[in-house]
């Protein structure tokens, strides 16, 4: 009889916040011991980047220090990929396969997490082929960090999830731009056209508010904000976004307005949920949108419900707008529930 296989590590992976105080020295420690002490690189660990990183690690299932680690970060301002760092094996541990298993946990991981997009790492010069092997290719040239030569990687991600526009019938979607300004003010004080919305009750939003704004939507990693566009002219239609997201639990909150008074109930706004929708599930990898809506807003939660969102809860009296309080209808659709309705199953642009 074969003897029976070694014992395969056991993996976790974990935000930060999701770190026993334990768990966290170790990691440091297994970093501490290969960076600092094996490669005798003077340079501060503790970087002030853990507290935004997943932590992917394993651990010899009899007990003990963990025997390999790696960090993930998600998508970064401006479209910077996501990224792979910290990866490494303790001495002991390799030559064992662990390695690779590690960086195919990672990537893995990462798909999961954020999309399937570009991944970003420093890879040490002698591990390049190493890399290559996860689809990694040098987009740069050498470069030495604490005194050994490093190579700028990249793995590039499906199309679908670069930042880019999404087409679906009638609408096209576009990451928003500071050019979007003086039309976003052809609407944003406009009250019949934000009545139903709570976040623009108040004072008049100047050029200099909304510049910052845009500015801020473009470099945050929480939202992802896009300009509607008109398919058969560009012509702007409004605005949609995705706001709030958490990325460890996947979920994130919908806003929508069709800006001009002469396109509402055409079919545009629901297009550009329906576009919306795939980017979440499809690319950014989320679990969950949910959204908010007036109970009075009856038009609008018609439209949400067609396209499979659910009502979780009433929140009584939640916004005083235009001189009064005003009931809230909080709405929401899983990953596994998106269907979009048959008008809206066009095929997304190459």
């Known amino acids: 009889m074969a003897p029976d296989p070694s014992p395969r590590p056991r993996w976790r992976l974990a935000r930060f916040d999701e770190l026993s105080p334990t768990e966290l020295y170790e990691l440091m420690t297994l970093r501490q011991r290969v960076f600092v002490v094996e490669q005798r690189c003077a340079y501060l660990d503790a970087d002030g980047r853990d507290p ?69 790492l420093g890879a040490q010069r002698y591990l390049e082929r190493f890399y290559e092997e996860w689809g990694f290719r040098r987009v ?61 009750s108040g004072e008049p939003f100047t050029r200099e508010q909304e510049l910052a704004y845009v500015r801020a939507m473009r470099a945050s990693e929480s939202d992802r904000v896009y300009s509607i566009l008109a398919a058969d002219d560009g012509r702007y239609l409004g605005q949609i976004g995705l706001h709030q997201i958490h990325w460890r639990s996947r979920v994130g909150r919908l806003s929508v307005v069709v800006a001009r008074r002469e396109e509402m109930g055409r079919g545009f706004g629901s297009a550009a949920i329906a576009s919306l929708l795939d980017l979440a599930f499809a690319d950014l990898g989320l679990h969950k949108v949910w959204l908010m809506v007036f109970e009075h807003n009856h038009r609008s939660r018609g439209i949400y419900a067609r396209l499979g969102f659910r009502v979780e809860g009433r929140l009584r009296e939640e916004y005083f707008h235009q001189d009064r309080w005003h009931t809230m209808v909080r709405m929401s659709l899983l990953a596994s529930e998106w269907d979009p309705p048959a008008e809206e199953r066009s095929a997304r642009a190459p």
């Open 140 to 200: 740069g040239p050498d470069y030495d960090e604490d005194g050994i030569p490093h190579v700028p990687m990249l793995r590039p991600g499906d199309d679908a999830a670069r930042p880019r526009g999404v087409e679906r019938g009638r609408v096209r979607l576009r990451p928003i731009e500071e050019g979007d300004v003086d039309d976003i003010l052809g609407w944003v004080n406009d009250p019949e056209v934000v009545g139903n919305l709570a976040a623009f």
């Open 52 to 120: 935004l990183a997943w932590h992917l690690w394993a651990r010899d299932p009899a007990g003990g220090p963990p025997l390999a680690c790696a960090r993930l970060f998600g998508p970064g301002a401006g479209g910077a990929p996501a990224s792979i760092g910290r990866v490494l094996t303790a001495p002991e541990a390799r030559r064992q396969g662990l390695g690779r298993e590690l960086m195919g946990r990672a990537v893995t991981a990462c798909e999961r997490l954020f999309g399937r997009r570009p991944i970003a």
